[in-house]
């Protein structure tokens, strides 16, 4: 059965910059520049544990401000269920495991989805959720096994988890929730598993057999706070005070950096994205994993020998380009931006457009739902 992805035109707010690669600074586009762009997408604490509150200085009416606005948001996800977050239309894409991978990458591009529900026919159950991750797993596992690549064509989606063994990597996701439940436990979940996206799975009452219902991401779901929580508007802390982010250890890439090498990187950091940078440091692009689709989606592996600025060459012309923002930005515009725009990641950037960080989705969701977790009693 079907699943909509919205679409919605990027615009540029005040105090967060869309980046628009067809005109930089005078110069016209190069091939590959056209667009900017989704952060370091898991966290970085022990399951279960909240950021901790050090009561440094006195609390400031900002102070008060923001962990109003963070209550504000935290009640508004505890009062409303996962299925809330769904459009009022909408459709789903779900493959049966017994699919050949290469017959699933057309559909996911007719589309315009990057994921889909697996549904195993033989027990009838849910079996988990195809992301961009298992192809680029596929390409890894046929790039240290070049005698595999003849049998490619035959290989299945109920095979994955043989190429996830023999790589070394994660399992396929399988964390899904009832789309009754609290929206708040949705995004509890998708943190302590470093999900970026969850299935709604429901029990039919009759059969008492799995159904799958659609997918909420990480987008949907702060797109849902930003248009339905005017308290956003109270977190005015700029990021440079909120340790929003990652700013060390970036993997970073230039446009002549070879595709697989980008590839590489994205598997063994297990993130989504690279930025890409000239000579003197400024961000020109994003290489992002969902950008491996388009090289493999004719069902062959040739165009992985590409360079980075040849592949982003092949994106299409409605690729929504990258969002980047300051570290002076606040939290406020941020939500004001996902409001607006289909955004994925923010690149952080000085005045003279160098990289300082990278903000994901998930970065904002685990603020929002950890900070001064424990404290949100205190007396306003």
Request: glycine share 6%; net charge negative.
């Amino acid at each position: 059965m079907p699943g909509q992805v919205e679409q919605e035109q990027s615009k540029k707010p005040t105090g967060v910059a869309g980046i628009d690669t067809s005109e930089k600074m005078g110069h016209p586009a190069v091939p590959g520049h056209e667009g900017f762009v989704q952060p370091s997408s898991y966290l970085r604490r022990p399951r279960g544990l909240s950021r901790p509150i050090i009561p440094a200085k006195p609390e400031t009416a900002i102070d008060r401000e923001q962990r109003r606005g963070l209550q504000r948001i935290r009640d508004f996800l505890k009062i409303r269920t996962s299925y809330d977050v769904l459009p009022l239309s909408f459709r789903l894409i779900m493959f049966d495991t017994t699919l050949l991978v290469k017959k699933s990458l057309p559909i996911l591009i007719q589309n315009g989805i990057v994921s889909a529900p697996l549904w195993d026919s033989s027990t009838s159950s849910f079996a988990g959720l195809l992301t961009t991750s298992d192809y680029i797993n596929v390409i890894q596992y046929y790039w240290q096994n070049p005698e595999a690549m003849s049998r490619i064509d035959q290989f299945r989606l109920n095979s994955l988890r043989d190429i996830e063994k023999a790589i070394g990597v994660a399992p396929l996701e399988t964390v899904s929730i009832d789309p009754q439940r609290p929206l708040y436990e949705a995004c509890r979940r998708m943190l302590e598993s470093r999900a970026r996206r969850m299935p709604l799975v429901a029990i039919d009452d009759e059969t008492n057999r799995a159904m799958v219902l659609n997918v909420v991401t990480q987008y949907r779901i702060l797109k849902f706070v930003a248009v339905n929580v005017s308290e956003t508007q109270f977190l005015r802390k700029p990021l440079k005070h909120l340790n929003l982010g990652t700013y060390s250890n970036l993997e970073v890439a230039k446009m002549d950096t070879p595709v697989m090498e980008v590839i590489h990187r994205l598997v063994n950091c297990n993130i989504s994205s690279v930025p890409i940078l000239n000579s003197d440091g400024v961000v020109i692009n994003v290489f992002e994993a969902v950008d491996v689709i388009t090289l493999i989606k004719g069902g062959t592996y040739d165009e992985l020998s590409l360079s980075v600025g040849e592949a982003l060459s092949k994106r299409s012309d409605d690729f929504p380009g990258i969002y980047t923002c300051s570290i002076e930005d606040r939290l406020d515009t941020i939500f004001d931006t996902l409001r607006k725009s289909r955004v994925h990641r923010f690149v952080v950037i000085d005045e003279d457009n160098r990289l300082v960080g990278v903000l994901g989705l998930s970065d904002i969701l685990e603020y929002i739902l950890l900070e001064g977790e424990g404290d949100d009693t205190k007396a306003e």
